[in-house]
């Protein structure tokens, strides 16, 4: 991939389990039947086979594709870790997975526990605005201290938070941004120094409080992934290299890590979330070395990847 090796930080595992899932929360709004395929003919998109190794083999052949070295692949329902779990484990030297965690679960700590020792994942994704919790709060520090045992990777969601396939289903959601706030996870960050924290899409229109908790926190890490479309939303003009430039300026190189957003065919992995990224790096006049960090680097070091 041009002159450095690219990893993707961020990325969707839409197994079958997945589509079963919203098949399901649909029901009345699907035709009887087949609702798993229905729902696929309504997204316009491609139901992966019931096997998740065939998924996993599907986005391998997708890397090939674009000379991607690695891909970061998140489970995307919970519960559906194994899934994610069997596709990395056929396929350990390019798919990596995380697993999505609610803290308010019972079982919460003893699954990301299983996650970690049994199933070989290296992270675990957190959405407070989806199950309605502080990141501070105390119910969610068993999962941060089983992260931090296994030396893996908390991926916390902040800011805006669209779920595409809900919006184009009419699902109804109760996310509440009042947990949404990245200035949230600066105790956490503090109480776990050694623990590696990443906060998607640049804060996802909190980019000054993700900036200002990056400051005050070096394990504080944020990816770039999808189009950044928050930025649109913004009082003031502001361009995707000036989200770029100021990241980097604010937080250095090394706490910087390329994703795509990537999630399900026919549209395969997001070329152009790259090329666009990738123009805005070599503008910015950033050296080989740092743009090879940014692309890969940093989430190699983070995960501990071959």
Not at 2 to 26: P, T
Not at 65 to 81: A, I, M, N, W, Y
Not at 254 to 268: A, M, N, V, W, Y
Request: hydrophobic share 40%; net charge neutral; with cysteine.
């Amino acid at each position: 991939m041009g002159d450095v090796e690219v990893i993707d930080s961020h990325s969707h595992f839409f197994s079958y389990k997945f589509f079963q899932g919203y098949a399901e929360l649909a029901k009345d709004r699907l035709p009887a039947g087949e609702p798993v395929e229905a729902l696929g003919k309504a997204l316009g998109w491609e139901v992966p086979p019931p096997d998740p190794v065939e998924l996993g083999r599907r986005w391998v052949k997708e890397m090939d594709k674009h000379s991607l070295k690695r891909q970061v692949l998140f489970t995307s329902r919970l519960g559906d870790e194994d899934s994610t779990a069997a596709a990395a484990r056929v396929f350990p030297n390019r798919l990596t997975g995380y697993i999505m965690i609610n803290p308010k679960e019972k079982d919460a700590p003893e699954r990301a526990r299983r996650a970690f020792s049994e199933l070989g994942l290296r992270g675990v994704t957190l959405f407070p605005a989806m199950h309605l919790y502080h990141v501070s709060d105390q119910i969610a520090y068993p999962i941060y201290e089983e992260a931090a045992r296994a030396e893996a990777a908390v991926f916390v969601h902040f800011g805006i938070l669209k779920i595409t396939i809900m919006d184009r289903l009419g699902l109804h959601n109760k996310f509440d941004m009042r947990y949404s706030n990245p200035i949230d996870l600066n105790r956490v960050a503090r109480d776990f120094p050694k623990l590696n924290f990443i906060i998607p899409h640049f804060g996802c229109g909190y980019f000054q409080e993700a900036l200002m908790l990056g400051v005050g926190c070096p394990n504080v890490h944020l990816d770039t992934s999808s189009s950044n479309s928050w930025i649109k939303y913004m009082p003031y003009p502001l361009s995707l290299k000036d989200v770029f430039a100021k990241a980097i300026e604010a937080l250095g190189p090394k706490r910087i890590l390329f994703g795509s957003d990537s999630t399900h065919f026919p549209q395969g992995w997001r070329r152009d979330i790259f090329d666009e990224q990738s123009t805005i790096l070599r503008s910015l006049g950033l050296s080989k070395e740092d743009r090879a960090l940014i692309m890969g680097g940093n989430i190699a070091r983070i995960l501990g990847l071959n």
